[in-house]
Each structure stands twice: as structure tokens, then as C-alpha cells.
């Protein structure tokens, strides 16, 4: 089975940098996503991550640690349309689904 | 370009009526994957198609069942309604049978149980 965990909210200045953590556990990995999620929309895709390191896309960076179940998104020069919901979703090996966490809302203030 | 399409948007049914939900995924992808998602709450995966077969299957009540057509498009046919069917349906699409590649939402159908 899958197991995600991530904090719930945060909220940062428009500019700042903040990190989204999210540990998980798996029985297989096949790779982990993060999603950007506003109320009442569709979950946008963010970044992929199947080897260990960081993959970096403009603003938004992401980590993996395999070994330790970790990963992070690291949102650079917030902007006020970053505030949303953010979620990770963890791809087992073997099967066809993702399994997501609760999601991390960010709250970005002027 | 082209993305996942999910008709209606919105749905109001009464309790023990019966829905259909229809999802039209992008061009040339072959998975079909079903999301609910209650308020407040991550997205619970339903079930998954793969080349019209089903591939996988999650949390997914025996009232629902679902498929997925020679044109790829996929259905979930949701019967017996009950008030905490309400929520918001997903169905994302991807390629080749995985998610080794990224996936697509839809915009979602919100189904509302009175």
C-alpha cells in the first residue's frame, strides 16, 4: 500500500521562497508528483521525480530522496496566483494509479 | 492543444437516482483514471483503464462501475446515490499505460446529492 503525509497550510509574503515537504511509504516506487491544485479546479502538473536529486522548472524546483521517502517543492518568487493547494502523488511500481496526499495549501500574502 | 474533457460540469441528483459521468481523454492517450474528491480532501483514485481493459481499481463503491470505450472515452455509471456521493469527479488521461509520464485532469464534474 501507499502512504503519503504532508503538513496542511503555510502561509508566505509574495516574493518569498517556501518548501513543501512530503514523506511517504510504498511497497514499489515509480516515480512521485507534485500538483498545483486551486479550489474547485482540476490538479495541474507541476513536476515529475524518479531518480534521487533535484529537478528544477523555472520557479518551481522538486527534490527526491528515495532512501529516505522524501521529497520537497521549493516555490521561488512567490506570486500571488501560487496560493493554492499543493499536492504530492506517489506512483507504486506494478500498479496504475496514483496516490496522492492531503495537500499543503499555500497562502500567499502581499 | 487538446485536454481532458469531462461533461457534465456539474450534476445535481437525488438520493437514490442514478448519474453518468463521461470523460473524453486527450488525443492518442490509452489510460483512463477516475478520481473523487470530497471537500476539503486529497483525490481518492476510483479506477483506471488501460486500453479499454481495466487495469486497476481503488476505493470505488459497488454502486459504481465504469468503462471504457472503442473510442477511448470512459463512462462511470454511479447508481443508488447517497448525500456523501457529493463531491467532485476527476478523470485524468496519460500514454502508454503508466505514469512514468505525466497525466491530465480534467476540469472535473461536480456532483451534488440532495
Sequence with gaps: GQNIDQPTEMTATEGAIVQINCTYQTSGFNGLFWYQQHAGEAPTFLSYNVLDGLEEKGRFSSFLSRSKGYSYLLLKELQMKDSASYLCAVSGYGNNRLAFGKGNQVVVIP | ???????????????????????????????????????????????????KMQSDKGSIPDRFSAQQFSDYHSELNMSSLELGDSALYFCASSQQGGWSTEAFFGQGTRLTVV
Excluded at chain 2, 473523487?36 to 486529497?42: L, S, T, V
Design chain 2, 1 to 51: 492543444a487538446a485536454g481532458v474533457i469531462q461533461s457534465p460540469r456539474h450534476l445535481i441528483k437525488e438520493k437514490r437516482e442514478t448519474a453518468t459521468l463521461k470523460c473524453y481523454p486527450i488525443p492518442r492517450h490509452d489510460t483512463v483514471y477516475w478520481y473523487q474528491q470530497g471537500p476539503g480532501q486529497d483525490p481518492q483514485f476510483l479506477i483506471s483503464f488501460y486500453e
